[in-house]
């Protein structure tokens, strides 16, 4: 993102972009893998990236900004580069394989080693029994390679985080170097799961392509991949990341983004079986996936009428529902289309997941505008620290202002240790504090409240706040 402002200027545009780019990106280096533990099933090529894009769990992350599609990207480059190593020079393919998995250390800490290493330290299950494989196996030599690029990883992560914990001070060395790995492995701080939790999720992840019955068939011919490379990759690939996650106790569903190539390059390998290929396919092929997306669209076209109560109530009232018809539209092109091609049929439903995804977003637009909006907070912020007034937030502040108002003077938290708000309060008696509540305190008047989600955002000066010093908890 930084380098983007460098070359284009401070923008907005610009940071919206990077998740989808480096989706693309995962979408070019999926069919670059497919092609490599696949070189004769030019249908496998096609349908992996085509499958992966369509998927809606990708779909939806691929337009958000986070961290996990670029994770996802530099997983499948260090992959692609291990797959290389069996055919190409070792050591240089592993140097490159450090390089990506370090980068994946710098977008989000030791985790991307649990997606790399599992296939890099199972070859012997694999590598011998690949298309692509063209030289013999030597054990001893690979797993040096493996240490090397471990030791490369782990020097780029290092050479960043050494400094920034000297600067950052003992808190955040903790942090950073401890418990913010540990403590989501046993009893999590935060997002603690029970074990089964992915296996659960797992079926709602995977549409729309659950209700493929293409798909299904083509998955009978499983027991004929056992002895394939490529196959036993991906399922290493998915498989040992699937229970590790699930064995640790902070979960989040977008953690097994990185896995889904796997899913798409066997799915993709999959369809490209011959008895599939040729299969002259029936009308519950498509009937079945068009019809669930007309039941989508036309939910979505009825919905500020149907009788929810409370908060869905209310939410679907503020959806722009009229834009259903455009799930209807699309579904019913596919519905009554008669396709004999695996290829052509996996597109059309990724153009259904497209979209609704496309839909859902606008018909939502009006309701995440208006409660999901921090802007105009943001800016009345900005406008205080320009009249020469510090502020600061109650509790722990997430940066979640100085983008939107471009603040230039730090915000402090307060109300984290012992003493900080008299410290904070004394050293700026007219200050302004942010505090963040599910139900304002009526103590006081503050100087303005802002709605934003559940919660309101309200502002206290100084002389409020030692008038009534705990009103800054949240209720």
Request: charged share 15%; net charge positive.
């Amino acid at each position: 993102m930084t380098g983007g402002w460098h070359l284009l200027g401070f923008n907005e545009w610009w940071p919206r972009l990077v998740a989808p780019l480096f989706s693309i990106g995962s979408l070019i280096l999926t069919y670059r893998l497919s092609r490599i533990l696949w070189p004769n099933k030019e249908n496998a090529w096609n349908l992996s990236p085509i499958l992966l894009f369509g998927s809606f769990f990708w779909c939806v992350f691929s337009t958000l900004t986070m961290f996990d599609m670029l994770l996802a990207f530099l997983t499948l480059l260090a992959i692609i580069n291990i797959v290389k190593a069996t055919y190409k020079n070792l050591w240089q393919c592993f140097v490159f394989v450090g390089i990506a998995t370090g980068f994946g250390v710098l977008s989000k800490g030791p985790a991307i080693f649990l997606h790399v290493l599992p296939i890099a330290l199972t070859a012997p299950l694999w590598v011998p029994r690949l298309a692509c494989n063209e030289k013999a196996f030597e054990k001893k030599q690979w797993y040096k390679a493996v240490a090397l690029s471990f030791t490369i990883a782990v020097a780029i992560g290092l050479a960043w985080a050494i400094p920034a914990s000297i600067s950052g001070g003992d808190a955040y060395r903790d942090a950073l170097f401890w418990s913010q790995s540990a403590g989501r492995m046993v009893d999590s701080f935060a997002h603690a799961r029970p074990f089964w939790w992915y296996a659960a999720a797992l079926p709602i992840l995977v549409l729309p392509w659950l209700l493929w019955p293409t798909l299904w068939r083509a998955g009978s011919y499983c027991n004929e991949l056992i002895e394939d490379g490529g196959f036993r990759l991906c399922f290493i690939w998915f498989i040992s990341a699937f229970v590790i996650f699930s064995v640790i106790s902070g979960k989040q569903l977008h953690y097994l983004l990185p896995e889904f190539p796997a899913l798409a390059l066997v799915g993709g390998r999959l369809l490209a079986t011959p008895a599939i290929t040729c299969f002259k396919y029936h009308n519950i092929d498509r009937w079945l996936l068009g019809g669930a997306a007309l039941v989508l669209g036309g939910f979505l076209l009825l919905a500020s009428h149907l009788p929810f109560e409370g908060r869905t109530a209310s939410f679907l009232r503020e959806a722009d529902s009229v834009w259903g018809i455009l799930i209807i539209a699309v579904s019913s092109l596919y519905f009554f289309s008669h396709i004999n091609n695996p290829v052509h049929q996996a597109a059309r439903i990724a153009a259904i997941t497209g979209f609704s995804i496309m839909a859902i977003y606008l018909a939502a637009a009006p309701i995440l505008t208006k409660r999901y909006d921090l802007r105009k907070l943001a800016q009345h912020i900005s406008a205080l620290q320009s009249d020469g007034k510090a502020v600061a937030y109650f509790g722990k502040y997430h940066g979640q202002f100085h983008f939107m108002g471009q603040l230039k003077n730090a915000m402090p938290s307060i109300g984290l240790v012992s003493n900080d708000i008299s410290e904070f309060l004394n050293a700026h008696p007219n200050g302004v504090i942010i505090a963040k509540y599910k139900t304002l305190p009526r103590k006081a008047d503050p100087l303005f409240t802002y709605r934003f989600r559940d919660y309101t955002y309200a502002a206290w000066s100084s002389a409020i706040m030692l008038a009534n010093p705990n009103i800054g908890d949240r209720r």
